[in-house]
C-alpha cells in the first residue's frame, strides 16, 4: 500500500525514512527529494527493484539509471580505475550537481541495465536525500516522471504520474526550492583520458577546469599528437548508455514547472 510522509513535521520524516529503509529492503521503489528534482529509488544491488524502477518510468534496459551515493569514499567500492583527475572533480564537487561515470567493479552482483560496463555514480547535496542513502547504502535513481512527461519537483507530482508502482513517497516541498530553476547535474565521462563532459549542467565548465585544467567540454575533441595520423585518431570512450541516460534525463529536468 502507497503511503507520503511529510518531512517538513520531525516526526513524520523519522517514520518516513524507516518505511522507505524497510521499502529498499523488500526491493520495492520509493520516491526521495534529491537537490535537483524527485527521483525514484531502488535498491542498486537488486536486479528486481531495478526493473521495477524502470519499469514505473516506462524506461527499457537501454537507459540505466545513476546511482546515488552516501560519502565519496563509497566510489572506489562501486568503480575501477579511478582517477587523479575523476577523484579531484568528485572532492571539490560532491556533494552537488556532478555526476561521474566510471568504469564498474566487475565483481558487483548487480544489473542495472546494458551499462556497457559503466556505472554513472553522484553523491547529492540534499540532507533528507544523504540521511537515507546513510541508512540503505547505494541506491539507484533516476528522475520520479514517467519517459517523457515533466520532472516531478514535488512528491505529490511524481505520485499523480507513478501511483502505486511506487510504495513510499517522501514529501518535503519543492525541488529545486521555490523561484530557483531547475538545473540537471553536469555529467563528465571519466573512463577515459581526458575527461569530457556528456551534458552540461549545474556545474560549469570553467567551475571543472578549475579543478582539472584538462577537461573537454561538450562536444569536444582532444587536439591529435602531432605525429599521429588522422586515421589513428583516438576513437570516442565507451559508456554510450549512460550518454542516452543523461540525454533524457536533461530533457524531463528541462519540461516545463508544473504549477
Known amino acids: 500500500m502507497t503511503t507520503s510522509f ?47 524502477l524502470l519499469a514505473a518510468k516506462g524506461r527499457g534496459r537501454s537507459m540505466p539509471p545513476p546511482v546515488l551515493v552516501p560519502r565519496l569514499q563509497t566510489m572506489d567500492g562501486l568503480a575501477v580505475d579511478v582517477s587523479a583527475e575523476a577523484r579531484a572533480l568528485a572532492e571539490a564537487f560532491w556533494p552537488g550537481g556532478l555526476t561521474l561515470i566510471f568504469h564498474a567493479q566487475p565483481s558487483l552482483t548487480w544489473d542495472l541495465g546494458d551499462t556497457r560496463g559503466t556505472v554513472a555514480l553522484r553523491m547529492p547535496d540534499d540532507e533528507i536525500a544523504l540521511d537515507l542513502l546513510a541508512l540503505t547504502g547505494p541506491m539507484a535513481v533516476s528522475s520520479a516522471n514517467r519517459t517523457g512527461q515533466a520532472a516531478a519537483q514535488t512528491a505529490a507530482q511524481a505520485q499523480a504520474q507513478l501511483a502505486e508502482s511506487v510504495e513510499v513517497y517522501l514529501e518535503a516541498g519543492p525541488r529545486p526550492a521555490e523561484g530557483s530553476e531547475g538545473i540537471p547535474s553536469t555529467i563528465v565521462d571519466a573512463t577515459d583520458f581526458p575527461l569530457r563532459v556528456v551534458r552540461d549542467g549545474a556545474v560549469s565548465l570553467e567551475e571543472l577546469r578549475a579543478v582539472v585544467p584538462t577537461v573537454l567540454g561538450l562536444g569536444e575533441e582532444p587536439a591529435p599528437a602531432q605525429d599521429t595520423p588522422a586515421e589513428e585518431a583516438p576513437a570516442d570512450g565507451p559508456a554510450g548508455s549512460a550518454d542516452e541516460e543523461a540525454a533524457e534525463e536533461a530533457a524531463d529536468t528541462a519540461a516545463p514547472r508544473q504549477s
Not at 524507516?18 to 542498486?44: E, H, K
Request: hydrophobic fraction near 45%; proline fraction near 6%; aromatic fraction near 4%.
Open 6 to 52: 511529510d518531512c517538513s513535521d520531525p516526526n513524520a520524516r523519522s517514520a518516513g525514512l524507516a518505511a522507505a529503509q524497510q521499502a529498499i529492503a523488500n526491493r520495492q521503489c520509493i520516491v526521495l527529494p534529491t537537490d535537483t528534482v524527485y527521483g525514484i529509488g531502488a535498491d542498486a544491488f537488486s536486479p528486481q527493484a531495478v526493473a521495477t
